[in-house]
């Protein structure tokens, strides 16, 4: 069962996705979690997603993923677990909020919110790591091995 969880090839391209990725990812989380790079924290953030309407419960599992699942990302740990769950993160993201603003990210400040192209480009990243795991200098494969 932890062979194919955690198994995958050494394929660098894969590590420079999956890190890249993390990277992200973490930043995001570490603003809603810590209050770091201009975020409001925990307290704060869970503040913002309940006036949006989102129960605590969710809040506290978008937060939980960004922060963990970037970690788990950057080091390689539990790659397709957390790659699900970022691919879930945006699939909310998408249907609940961005999906009526279009495709395009709002670059110029012309539409009323961000589009969806980006929360694509997350997805196929998620899934490329989804179906390959963590490729080259990941956690996963020095337990896998």
């Given at each position: 069962?932890v062979?194919?969880?955690?198994?995958?090839?050494?394929?660098?391209?894969?590590?420079?996705?999956?890190?890249?990725?993390?990277?992200?990812?973490?930043?995001?989380?570490?603003?809603?979690?810590?209050?770091?790079?201009?975020?409001?924290?925990?307290?704060?953030?869970?503040?913002?997603?309940?006036?949006?309407?989102?129960p605590?419960?969710?809040?506290?599992?978008?937060?939980?993923?960004?922060?963990?699942?970037?970690?788990?990302?950057?080091?390689?740990?539990?790659t397709?677990?957390?790659?699900?769950?970022?691919?879930?993160?945006?699939?909310?993201?998408?249907?609940?909020?961005?999906?009526?603003?279009?495709?395009?990210?709002?670059?110029?400040?012309?539409?009323?919110?961000?589009?969806?192209?980006?929360?694509?480009?997350?997805?196929?990243?998620?899934?490329?790591?989804?179906?390959?795991?963590?490729?080259?200098?990941?956690?996963?494969?020095?337990?896998?091995?």
């Amino acid at each position: 069962m932890v062979k194919r969880l955690m198994g995958t090839s050494n394929d660098v391209s894969i590590t420079i996705l999956r890190v890249i990725l993390g990277v992200v990812f973490f930043a995001h989380g570490a603003q809603k979690m810590l209050g770091w790079f201009g975020g409001f924290g925990f307290h704060g953030t869970m503040g913002a997603f309940a006036q949006m309407g989102m129960p605590a419960a969710l809040a506290l599992l978008v937060i939980c993923t960004e922060f963990f699942g970037g970690l788990g990302l950057i080091v390689g740990l539990l790659t397709r677990i957390a790659s699900l769950g970022i691919a879930g993160l945006m699939v909310g993201a998408i249907f609940m909020v961005h999906l009526h603003n279009g495709f395009f990210m709002n670059w110029m400040g012309t539409q009323k919110g961000e589009g969806i192209e980006y929360h694509l480009l997350v997805l196929a990243m998620a899934a490329a790591l989804l179906l390959r795991g963590g490729g080259a200098c990941s956690l996963d494969r020095a337990i896998a091995d």
